[in-house]
């Protein structure tokens, strides 16, 4: 019986901004994340761009991987990770993005973690920015500012070069979509209030063109970074990084058909296309044209996307949604049960998910996020048991074997916050992904000590089983 093929690639994911900590420590300066309060599901998070005497700014503390960098590691290598995923926060190595000269101490700090990370023979798999857009450089008006493309590039380059002996596997952008969403207006265009109808009204409105605007910066800064990181370091594997998320037809209905494949292609294929194939998709260029969006491109952006195309293709995967034409029809999944923040579990369509980009590109494909957001409760004697993550987890992971001996050409799989950590989405931290516990809590209190949840052992026999003991 096949299955995971050896050398698969079994770990999990983070992001500085939502778990280093030291916010103000060695020399780094603000990203947007540092002005975010924390908010809760019901209850939006507040952007402040002055800092507000008494409020907790979770991403402040994060869980302080800063300081934890070596017991975390430890407890990884413990769970048999021969992949971790992390980032790094630019505002660490250009505090304002705007220095000529890079930060050596927190150019030292990664040199640390990737000692550690190669001294229990874990790869690290380094995404160059993930959300942590340098505050300062928001206020020259982001990503909508063409001058952020050499800054990105400024950082990329830096990385890229003094990493490249330690790391292989790189990643551009996080989830280079994301930017384009009413989520997105605040870390691509330091547009904090938005006037959308799902974040109420009033603030300044991020609209179409501006999203798209954005996004071709994005890709072309993306762009850059892989053709350099080709050029220079052809041993090296650099991959996209894409919010891979699906929409199904809630109906046979052809208007409805025809609904979630427009969805999908503006929201997931508009940027997968520009990064496998180098150019923009006939649908976008369309799309532009069809709804007067005119996107500012110099001349030599189709060559420089063009020589960005990434050796593989890398997602992540939380859940599906669908789509209606119906008028008053609810258009939530009925086949589908959700978490507590309302995402629709679906692991048969992460097989889908994995079938149809092995169609569309041809290329390896790695699982880079993926995983259960969930309340976890704390036992008398100090035991979490989970069995809910577990069991998301592994229909996933069974999913995910089907479509390799369908076809799939999977490098590996990062599940989504192996150590608890701050909430991308809302700021909080009751909303936990982790095998390991973290005392932290959303009032800013917590001790900051770490401990083993039932899933932590489920995960190990994962890893040292290469995905074949999944009970
Ligand atoms: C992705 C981000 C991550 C992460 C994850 C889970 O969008 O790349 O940074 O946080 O989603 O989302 P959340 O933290 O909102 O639950």
């Known amino acids: 019986m096949s299955g995971f093929p050896k050398g698969f690639l079994w770990g999990g994911a983070t992001a500085a901004n939502q778990f280093e900590g030291a916010w103000d420590v060695d020399g780094k300066g603000m990203s947007v994340f540092d002005i975010?309060?924390?908010?809760?599901?019901?209850?939006?998070?507040?952007?402040?761009?002055?800092?507000e005497e008494g409020t907790v700014y979770p991403n402040h503390d994060g869980i302080d991987f800063y300081h934890h960098y070596k017991e975390d590691i430890a407890l990884f290598a413990e769970m048999g990770f021969t992949t971790f995923r992390m980032s790094i926060a630019w505002p660490r190595i250009y505090p304002t993005g705007?220095?000529?000269?890079?930060?050596?101490?927190?150019?030292?700090?990664?040199?640390?973690?990737?000692?550690?990370?190669?001294?229990?023979?874990?790869?690290?798999?380094?995404?160059?920015?993930?959300?942590e857009t340098p505050l300062e450089l928001l206020k020259?008006?982001?990503?909508?500012?063409?001058?952020?493309?050499d800054h990105y590039e400024k950082f990329a380059k830096t990385v890229l070069d003094r990493y490249k002996d330690k790391v292989k596997y790189w990643l551009t952008i996080n989830e280079i979509n994301m930017f384009m969403t009413p989520f997105g207006g605040a870390m691509a265009a330091g547009i904090f209030e938005e006037a959308h109808p799902d974040h109420g009204t009033g603030g300044v409105l991020f609209t179409?063109?501006?999203?798209?605007?954005?996004?071709?910066?994005?890709?072309?800064?993306?762009?850059?970074?892989?053709?350099?990181?080709?050029?220079?370091?052809?041993?090296?594997?650099?991959?996209?990084?894409?919010?891979y998320h699906p929409i199904y037809p809630l109906s046979g209905d052809p208007a409805d058909q025809l609904a979630a494949l427009e969805a999908m292609e503006m929201g997931s294929y508009l940027p997968s296309d520009v990064h496998v194939r180098g150019k923009y998709p006939s649908f976008a260029k369309a799309y532009f044209k069809n709804h007067n969006i005119d996107i500012k491109m110099q001349p030599g952006d189709e060559e420089i996307l063009l020589k960005g195309k990434v050796d593989f293709y890398s997602f992540?995967?939380?859940?599906?949604?669908?789509?209606?034409?119906?008028?008053?029809?609810?258009?939530?999944?009925?086949?589908?049960?959700?978490?507590?923040w309302g995402w629709q579990i679906d692991p048969v369509g992460l097989r889908i998910a994995l079938r149809t980009l092995t169609d569309r590109y041809e290329i390896p494909l790695f699982v880079v996020e993926n995983g259960l957001g969930a309340l976890d409760t704390v036992e008398e004697d100090g035991s979490i048991h989970d069995p809910y993550r577990i069991d998301y987890m592994r229909q996933h992971i069974i999913?995910?074997?089907?479509?390799?001996?369908?076809?799939v050409d999977l490098m590996g799989y990062t599940m989504w916050g192996p150590i608890d950590l701050v909430s991308a989405g809302t700021g909080e931290m009751r909303k936990r992904y982790g095998f390991i516990y973290v005392d932290k809590?959303?009032?800013?209190?917590?001790?900051?000590?770490?401990?083993?949840?039932?899933?932590?052992?489920?995960?190990?026999?994962?890893?040292?089983?290469?995905?074949e003991d999944l009970d």
């Open 36 to 51: 975010s309060t924390g908010g809760t599901k019901d209850t939006p998070r507040r952007w402040t761009p002055v800092l």
């Open 98 to 131: 705007l220095e000529s000269e890079p930060n050596e101490a927190g150019l030292a700090f990664y040199d640390k973690v990737f000692d550690e990370l190669n001294k229990y023979g874990i790869e690290p798999l380094v995404t160059i920015y993930h959300f």
């Open 140 to 149: 020259r008006g982001g990503w909508l500012n063409r001058e952020m493309i």
């Open 208 to 243: 179409p063109e501006m999203r798209y605007q954005c996004e071709h910066n994005l890709l072309v800064a993306s762009a850059k970074a892989v053709a350099y990181c080709h050029e220079k370091y052809p041993e090296l594997k650099i991959g996209s990084m894409v919010a």
């Open 316 to 340: 992540s995967y939380y859940s599906t949604r669908a789509v209606t034409t119906h008028e008053g029809e609810d258009n939530r999944n009925p086949y589908l049960k959700a978490n507590d």
């Open 399 to 407: 999913e995910m074997k089907k479509a390799i001996e369908e076809g």
């Open 441 to 467: 809590h959303d009032d800013g209190t917590g001790t900051m000590a770490r401990s083993r949840k039932d899933s932590f052992f489920w995960y190990q026999k994962v890893c040292k089983s290469n995905g």
